[in-house]
Structures are given as structure tokens and as C-alpha cells.
């Protein structure tokens, strides 16, 4: 069988990503398991598993990886780090046409490169296979409860990148009292899954969406909204999960009675241009519109949350948005409406992270990536040796310099 070489790239983006598609014991097991694969890595001061610890796990460490078949990275390589004519894996952020990766996917197609992102690996029905939106979630959720406590003063969370993992974050919950909140949470991807692991170790009860909306409770609750509570169909009024998909445009948002109605809005909703906006900007003015806080763990600025100006850094996770004037302003104020708006917050979490993604990469992708042919790869390469893959004809204006 054909040795196949795997090189774990650095990452070169800044602000720097410390996580990694494989931990050392995941590549050693690999390695043991399936002798046609070798590993090797590009030493990197700041990644979450240490050097040494791939060497531990006697994977070699390697500055020059020109000889690996496959490469593998987690956020976009920057231009200049693109070795021509290799096979990569990473989060390119290109399919949606982003004006920052521009450049990138250019040189990509320049360098005949061969890009496989991770975001467009799917199954048949458009359900995604590989990503860290479950540890988004998880942090998401913790830094919008934070913001809260930190504005009213009612409780105090500390910072998630404090701990060492998530299991000692689990332990900070302990004694924690939260007021009578009620929290809606948006979404039933792997980020709202995350999302609701937080509520549920927080202590936070479940309520259905109807008895949500009619009364208070004495103890902290949360809502779940999914597609079909969150959307209807402007002419008829119902909700077809795949319709939806297909005509988003023909859909309207339900969601403005949970804004007279929430304290917290946990939002981990899939969305692309043309699916509604959860409410609108003017909305926010409105006397009865109650929400204080909003982790916009989707974070697509002014996406389904159209107050979502600015995504922030893990430092400095949380700003204002006035009620009046719609502008940014200080996080805290009396006069706005905070959002935490993170675009890498699984990277508060990157051990645990990491191990979760590279889990997915060895059960769901490892195998058709070994092997020729497979629809899921052909469905997720965006460029190949120099061309747009062929699902990737769309790229093609955006592609010759065109936004
Ligand atoms: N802030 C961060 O650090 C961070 C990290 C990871 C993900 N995210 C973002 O959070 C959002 C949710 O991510 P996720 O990991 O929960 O996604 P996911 O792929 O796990 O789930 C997406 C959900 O959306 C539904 N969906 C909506 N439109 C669809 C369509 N056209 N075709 C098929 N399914 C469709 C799917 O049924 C699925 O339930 C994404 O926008 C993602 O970019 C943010």
C-alpha cells in the first residue's frame, strides 16, 4: 500500500490559532493503526499541544514539509506560506465569496493548489461533517452569561482560557447562582448543541417556546428555537425544513415575540444571505424589546443578528450597541445593548477543541481522503491543481478579482 505523508501545518494567520487538526496521541495512534501513514509536524511555539509532545508521541517535527502529500491547517494560510502544487485541508472562508480571502483563493488557484475546506465537507442533505462548533457554543455560551453578570453585577464568571480545560471550567459552576433569566438559545447545529451543554451544567432549566413566551419563572430557564420556530413561510405560514433551505427569501422571521421576552440571546443559527434576520435594527428601540445581552456565536456581522457591527477578539470579547443611535459604544452602558461577537472562540478551549475536531477528521473524513473518488471531497474541493472545483464555478468573478 502507497505511503502517504501528513503534514501538520503551523498556523500563520494573526491573531494566532493554537489549535491543530490532530493531537499527538491521535496522530500516534494513527500512526500504529494505520502503518501507510506518517506524520509530520511544523514545529510552532504557540500551538496548544506542544512539540515535544508530538515527539513524545514519535511524530517527527519537521520545518520543511515540501515532501507531505496532504496538509493539514486549521484557519486561512497566509499567501505567502502556500507551498505550490499541494493538497490542503483548512477553513478558507472563500465559499461565501468573503472579500478578506480574496487574495487568498487567487494565489491558491496561482500556486495550483489543491484546497479542500473543511466547512464544505457535507453529507448528502447539506449537513456538515467536521467542525469546532460544538466548543464555540461552549464558549459562546459562557462569555454571553459572563457579559451579563459583568453588567448587572449580579454574578461573576471568569474567563474561560483561564482554565486549563473544560472539565475544570465545568468545576467553576459549582456554587454558581444564576438570578431568574430567561435565555433564549437559537439553532440545531453542533454550536447550538454547545450552547445548550452550558445551560444544562449551569443549572439552567429547559422550557418548551410557548410556556417561554407566556409567564416568568422563580429559577433560571432557557428556550431552544429551531428552524421551525425561529421561521414561517410568508404566504402560508408553515415551516419545510428543506423548502427553507432551498427559498429562505420566501420565509419571514417569528422570532420578535422572544425579544419582549429574553434577558440573554444565545445565538447559534446557520445563516447566509437571504435568510431572514432574527429582528431587524430599528427593532432595538422599541420599548418593550428586553434583551441585554446577545453572544452572537454565529457572528456574521449584520446577519441574523443585524446589531452584530464588529467581531471582537478573545481579549476583548464584548461591546455596546446604543439603543438609539445603533452606533458601538462601551460594553456596560445602561443606554445599549451588549454583544459578544468572537469570530475563533473554540481557541479559549484548544486542547479540548482540537481533540474534538481531530475525532471527526479521523471517524468521517480520513478514510475518503486516503481513497480516490470520493463525492464528499469532490463536493468540498473548492480548487484543484490550478482550477475551481466543479462546485465551485459560482467562485469564478470573485475568483478573476471581481466582488
Ligand atoms: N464564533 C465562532 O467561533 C464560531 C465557531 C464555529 C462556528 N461558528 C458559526 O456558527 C454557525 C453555526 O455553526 P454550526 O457548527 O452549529 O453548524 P452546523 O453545520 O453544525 O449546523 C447548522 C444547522 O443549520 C441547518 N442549516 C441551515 N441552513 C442550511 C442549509 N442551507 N443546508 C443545510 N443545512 C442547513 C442544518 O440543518 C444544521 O442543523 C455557523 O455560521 C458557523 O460559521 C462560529
Same mark, same amino acid.
Given at each position: 500500500?502507497?505511503?502517504?505523508?501528513?503534514?501538520?501545518?503551523?498556523?500563520?494567520?494573526?491573531?494566532?490559532?493554537?489549535?491543530?487538526?490532530?493531537?499527538?496521541?491521535?496522530?500516534?495512534?494513527?500512526?500504529?493503526?494505520?502503518?501507510?501513514?506518517?506524520?509530520?509536524?511544523?514545529?510552532?511555539?504557540?500551538?496548544?499541544?506542544? %512539540?515535544?509532545?508530538?515527539?513524545?508521541?514519535?511524530?517527527?517535527?519537521?520545518?520543511?514539509?515540501?515532501?507531505?502529500?496532504?496538509?493539514?491547517?486549521?484557519?486561512?494560510?497566509?499567501?505567502?506560506?502556500?507551498?505550490?502544487?499541494?493538497?490542503?485541508?483548512?477553513?478558507?472562508?472563500?465559499?461565501?465569496?468573503?472579500?478578506?480571502?480574496?487574495?487568498?483563493?487567487?494565489?491558491?488557484?496561482?500556486?495550483?493548489?489543491?484546497?479542500?475546506?473543511?466547512?464544505?465537507?457535507?453529507?448528502?442533505?447539506?449537513?456538515?461533517?467536521?467542525?469546532?462548533?460544538?466548543?464555540?457554543?461552549?464558549?459562546?455560551?459562557?462569555?454571553?452569561?459572563?457579559?451579563?453578570?459583568?453588567?448587572?453585577?449580579?454574578?461573576?464568571?471568569?474567563?474561560?482560557?483561564?482554565?486549563?480545560?473544560?472539565?475544570?471550567?465545568?468545576?467553576?459552576?459549582?456554587?454558581?447562582?444564576?438570578?431568574?433569566?430567561?435565555?433564549?438559545?437559537?439553532?440545531?447545529?453542533?454550536?447550538?448543541?454547545?450552547?445548550?451543554?452550558?445551560?444544562?451544567?449551569?443549572?439552567?432549566?429547559?422550557?418548551?417556546?410557548?410556556?417561554?413566551?407566556?409567564?416568568?419563572?422563580?429559577?433560571?430557564?432557557?428556550?431552544?428555537?429551531?428552524?421551525?420556530?425561529?421561521?414561517?413561510?410568508?404566504?402560508?405560514?408553515?415551516?419545510?425544513?428543506?423548502?427553507?433551505?432551498?427559498?429562505?427569501?420566501?420565509?419571514?422571521?417569528?422570532?420578535?415575540?422572544?425579544?419582549?421576552?429574553?434577558?440573554?440571546?444565545?445565538?447559534?443559527?446557520?445563516?447566509?444571505?437571504?435568510?431572514?434576520?432574527?429582528?431587524?435594527?430599528?427593532?432595538?428601540?422599541?420599548?418593550?424589546?428586553?434583551?441585554?445581552?446577545?453572544?452572537?456565536?454565529?457572528?456574521?456581522?449584520?446577519?441574523?443578528?443585524?446589531?452584530?457591527?464588529?467581531?471582537?477578539?478573545?481579549?476583548?470579547?464584548?461591546?455596546?450597541? %446604543?439603543?438609539?443611535?445603533?452606533?458601538?459604544?462601551?460594553?456596560?452602558?445602561?443606554?445599549?445593548?451588549?454583544?459578544?461577537?468572537?469570530?475563533?472562540?473554540?481557541?479559549?478551549?484548544?486542547?479540548?477543541?482540537?481533540?474534538?475536531?481531530?475525532?471527526?477528521?479521523?471517524?468521517?473524513?480520513?478514510?475518503?481522503?486516503?481513497?480516490?473518488?470520493?463525492?464528499?471531497?469532490?463536493?468540498?474541493?473548492?480548487?484543484?491543481?490550478?482550477?475551481?472545483?466543479?462546485?465551485? %464555478?459560482?467562485?469564478?468573478?470573485?475568483?478573476?478579482?471581481?466582488?
Amino acid at each position: 500500500m502507497k505511503q502517504v505523508k501528513i503534514g501538520l501545518i503551523r498556523e500563520g494567520k494573526i491573531p494566532t490559532d493554537s489549535r491543530v487538526a490532530l493531537t499527538p496521541a491521535q496522530c500516534k495512534w494513527l500512526q500504529a493503526h494505520r502503518p501507510n501513514l506518517l506524520f509530520v509536524v511544523q514545529p510552532a511555539a504557540l500551538r496548544c499541544y506542544k %512539540d515535544a509532545e508530538y515527539e513524545r508521541a514519535g511524530i517527527r517535527i519537521s520545518e520543511d514539509l515540501s515532501s507531505c502529500d496532504i496538509l493539514l491547517g486549521i484557519k486561512e494560510v497566509p499567501v505567502n506560506e502556500l507551498i505550490p502544487g499541494k493538497t490542503y485541508l483548512f477553513f478558507s472562508h472563500t465559499k461565501k465569496k468573503q472579500p478578506h480571502n480574496q487574495q487568498l483563493l487567487q494565489a491558491i488557484l496561482e500556486k495550483k493548489i489543491t484546497l479542500i475546506d473543511y466547512e464544505c465537507l457535507e453529507h448528502e442533505d447539506g449537513k456538515r461533517i467536521i467542525g469546532f462548533g460544538f466548543f464555540a457554543g461552549i464558549v459562546g455560551a459562557h462569555n454571553g452569561l459572563m457579559a451579563y453578570g459583568n453588567r448587572t453585577g449580579l454574578f461573576k464568571l471568569d474567563r474561560v482560557y483561564k482554565q486549563k480545560n473544560f472539565k475544570e471550567l465545568i468545576h467553576t459552576y459549582f456554587g454558581l447562582r444564576l438570578p431568574n433569566l430567561k435565555i433564549a438559545v437559537t439553532g440545531s447545529g453542533r454550536v447550538a448543541h454547545g450552547l445548550l451543554e452550558i445551560m444544562n451544567l449551569m443549572g439552567v432549566h429547559e422550557v418548551e417556546p410557548d410556556e417561554y413566551l407566556q409567564r416568568r419563572f422563580n429559577y433560571p430557564v432557557y428556550t431552544q428555537l429551531k428552524g421551525y420556530d425561529l421561521y414561517e413561510h410568508a404566504a402560508t405560514g408553515r415551516y419545510n425544513r428543506l423548502d427553507f433551505h432551498e427559498h429562505p427569501q420566501q420565509y419571514i422571521s417569528r422570532f420578535m415575540p422572544y425579544t419582549r421576552q429574553t434577558d440573554i440571546l444565545l445565538n447559534g443559527v446557520y445563516w447566509y444571505e437571504g435568510v431572514p434576520r432574527l429582528f431587524e435594527a430599528p427593532d432595538i428601540q422599541k420599548e418593550d424589546f428586553i434583551i441585554e445581552t446577545i453572544a452572537d456565536v454565529s457572528d456574521d456581522e449584520n446577519g441574523s443578528v443585524p446589531i452584530n457591527k464588529r467581531t471582537q477578539t478573545i481579549d476583548d470579547p464584548v461591546y455596546g450597541i %446604543d439603543r438609539e443611535t445603533g452606533t458601538i459604544t462601551a460594553p456596560y452602558l445602561k443606554s445599549s445593548i451588549d454583544i459578544m461577537a468572537v469570530g475563533n472562540l473554540p481557541n479559549e478551549l484548544p486542547r479540548d477543541a482540537s481533540r474534538y475536531f481531530g475525532e471527526q477528521l479521523i471517524k468521517f473524513v480520513l478514510d475518503d481522503l486516503l481513497h480516490e473518488g470520493s463525492t464528499i471531497l469532490t463536493r468540498a474541493t473548492i480548487a484543484q491543481n490550478g482550477a475551481l472545483g466543479p462546485h465551485y %464555478d459560482y467562485l469564478q468573478d470573485y475568483a478573476n478579482g471581481v466582488l
